[in-house]
């Protein structure tokens, strides 16, 4: 079982920048898919982006595209969300996650994910 930290969250203000960080441990994630979600409250979990085992292919909601970039380390077992020109509607508690049953980083959902980090709170303020 791969248990999933994620680090990096807070409060910035519009326009801003965040690096978000994923920690996998337990075993390696290198040959997995991984994604980061988004869940605003009140609201259901939303895909951020997606990055291939070996980062050749990378998806992004069409909300993020051109802000957000997705990427790992395989030797340090990490994935990272580099958020740039946050907005507040951002807003959100950010999650990563594993997928060991699909290597397509399009067109995925939560059900497409098998574990999953606490998640980080990520505040953006106008």
């Known amino acids: 079982q791969v248990q999933l930290v994620e680090s990096g969250g807070g409060l910035v203000q519009a326009g801003g920048s965040l690096r978000l960080s994923c920690v996998a441990s337990?075993?390696?994630?290198?040959?997995?898919?991984m994604g980061w979600f988004r869940q605003a409250p009140g609201k259901e979990r939303d895909f951020v982006a997606a990055?291939?085992?070996?980062?050749?292919?990378?998806d992004y909601a069409d909300s993020v595209k051109g802000r957000f970039t997705i990427s790992r380390d395989n030797a340090k077992n990490t994935v990272y969300l580099q958020m740039n020109r946050l907005k507040p509607e951002d807003t959100a508690v950010y999650y990563c996650?594993?997928?060991?049953?699909?290597?397509?980083?399009?067109?995925?959902?939560?059900?497409?994910?098998?574990?999953w980090g606490q998640g980080t709170q990520v505040t953006v303020s106008s």
């Open positions: 996650a594993e997928s060991t049953t699909t290597s397509r980083t399009s067109g995925l959902s939560p059900a497409d994910f098998s574990s």
């Open positions: 990055i291939s085992w070996g980062g050749a292919s990378t």
């Open positions: 337990g075993r390696t994630i290198r040959v997995s898919t």
